[in-house]
């Protein structure tokens, strides 16, 4: 990378021989950055970041369908680029489904079969999430949408150079990723576009990146991100196994001290080194500032929304309660990462939450507290997704869970839900109806063991339910 900020600093679209080196570098990390994601060099693009990459795909896909009803799927937990840019296209006529997703952050591929419209033209679910590090069926999704037609872009800025993104393999038409995810410099983002598949500029000006993005190329941010990505592609299984290592060192540390910790994500099926990690009735700001003075970095959430302290999108989809939302931390390792920097960072967090709180060592105690705040039980007997609560015509109320229950019937004069069905289902209820911002009255008993929901009475009086 210095060479072309010191030396080597023509412009690659120069004719002259100091351009043209310039333009020799751009087009070797165009293959390299091929190679490591299992593309053709044509179907490289350079843009400015992830972000950029992201708004051009549905920027794109609006200027081709211009004339024609446009439908977009994508999910509750996507990066704000893609979610941002659904609420833009708003102006334009484009309707979007967002699909809900589990408490472990996984879609349904059920309810994407079941969103798709016969207007549906694009479809973007991210391969990893950036806070909880899930990691989507994407290869499955892309299947089902190649045989029905359906152009398939996947968000993996996350994903790149820490697992495994072979575009055939995933069957995708879009994936997007940015350099500083891999090692590489910020300010460098990377677009694939299958072959064939035409999308209109964005960007007007000269005839860069094969005449698809206008603007003058980067050159030591390309040069740094394609021998990045190519490093890390090659280190990949090595640095994972690492990474693996010191997530479940930490893990086991924090579970071990504090009872109550809860991992969020997907346990069997996240990126290697992400965690997050939240803990109830302590504040994950504050937690992050104090391990900040002590040289240990981590976050609340995503870099790019750190400054917004509210509850994180990610954390609401999943389900998780405002008690332990506001005490979740997010803790990312890298390459350079060692495990003895698991104990430390797993120690640090256990000496502060003794000095500010220690009821959260004592399990009966902390359950009851996250109990009084209607959490959302992941030990429940409603296992699956997480619901879609909604108000359907003729004053029916929908819960859709795993087991397909659903409550009976909405009375709108006398804002009452009425149902029947077990306790669990209660609880499932409740979460829903929670999610709608309504006030609900509810019972419980409490016993010396624990805290538990009992049977329910058959309605429930919800303020401003509607």
């Known amino acids: 990378m210095l060479p072309f900020l010191r030396d080597q600093y023509g412009n690659a679209s120069s004719p002259y021989s100091f351009g043209t080196k310039a333009k020799y570098a751009v087009e070797h990390a165009r ?16 843009t400015s970041g992830g972000s950029e990459a992201n708004s051009w795909i549905f920027h794109g896909i609006t ?84 045989k029905k037609g359906i152009l398939f872009h996947t968000d993996a800025v996350q994903a790149v150079g820490h697992i495994s993104t072979d575009t055939l393999a995933l069957n995708v038409d879009f994936l997007t990723a940015s350099a500083h995810k891999f090692n590489g410099p910020k300010g460098t983002g990377i677009l694939y576009k299958r072959s064939g598949i035409i999308l209109p500029p964005m960007i007007w000006g000269g ?19 394609g021998y990045a990505l190519e490093e890390n592609t090659a280190k990949m299984e090595a640095n994972a196994h690492c990474q693996r290592r010191m997530r479940e060192i930490i893990i086991d540390y924090l579970v071990a001290k504090i009872p109550n910790a809860q ?11 992400l965690i997050s990690l939240s803990i109830p009735n302590v504040s994950g700001e504050a937690l992050l500032h104090v391990l900040d003075m002590k040289g240990i970095v981590i976050s609340t959430g995503a870099a790019c929304n750190s400054k917004i302290t509210e509850v994180s999108h990610v954390l609401k989809a999943i389900g998780l309660p405002e008690i332990l939302a506001k005490g979740t931390v997010r803790i990312s390792f890298g390459r350079n990462n060692v495990e003895q920097d698991s104990l430390i960072i797993a120690k640090e967090i256990i000496s502060y939450c003794q000095k500010v709180n220690p009821a959260c060592f004592d399990p009966k105690k902390m359950k009851r507290e996250v109990a009084a705040h209607m959490t959302h039980n992941h030990g ?6 997480s619901s879609i609560a909604r108000f359907e015509q003729g004053g029916f109320y929908a819960c859709k869970n795993g087991d397909g229950y659903h409550c009976e019937k909405v009375d709108r004069e006398k804002n009452i839900v009425s149902f029947s069905a077990d306790a669990s289902v209660h609880r499932h209820i409740f979460d829903c109806i929670l999610r709608s911002n309504a006030e609900t009255e509810y019972t419980c008993n409490e016993s010396e063991e624990d805290l538990t929901f009992e049977q329910l009475p058959n309605t429930i009086k919800a303020n401003n339910l509607f």
Do not use: W
């Open 63 to 146: 200027e081709i369908c211009r004339n024609q009803p446009i439908h977009i799927i994508t999910s509750a937990i996507e990066h704000h680029s893609i979610l941002n840019a659904c609420r833009a296209l708003r102006q334009k006529n484009v309707t979007t489904t967002y699909l809900p997703v589990n408490s472990v952050g996984l879609i349904s591929i059920e309810d994407l079969e079941t969103a798709i419209t016969p207007h549906t033209k694009l479809v973007s679910i991210m391969l990893a999430n950036n806070e909880i590090g899930t990691i989507q069926p994407v290869a499955e999704i892309g299947h089902i949408l190649r």
């Open 207 to 225: 005839k860069q990146e094969h005449d698809e993005r206008a603007g003058t190329e980067n050159v030591a941010g390309i040069v740094a991100a």
């Open 31 to 46: 293959r390299q950055i091929a190679t490591s994601i299992g593309a053709r060099p044509t179907e490289i693009i350079f």
């Open 380 to 385: 429940s007997t409603v296992q699956g997704h």
């Open 263 to 273: 991992l969020n994500g997907d346990p069997r099926n996240s990126l290697p080194g």
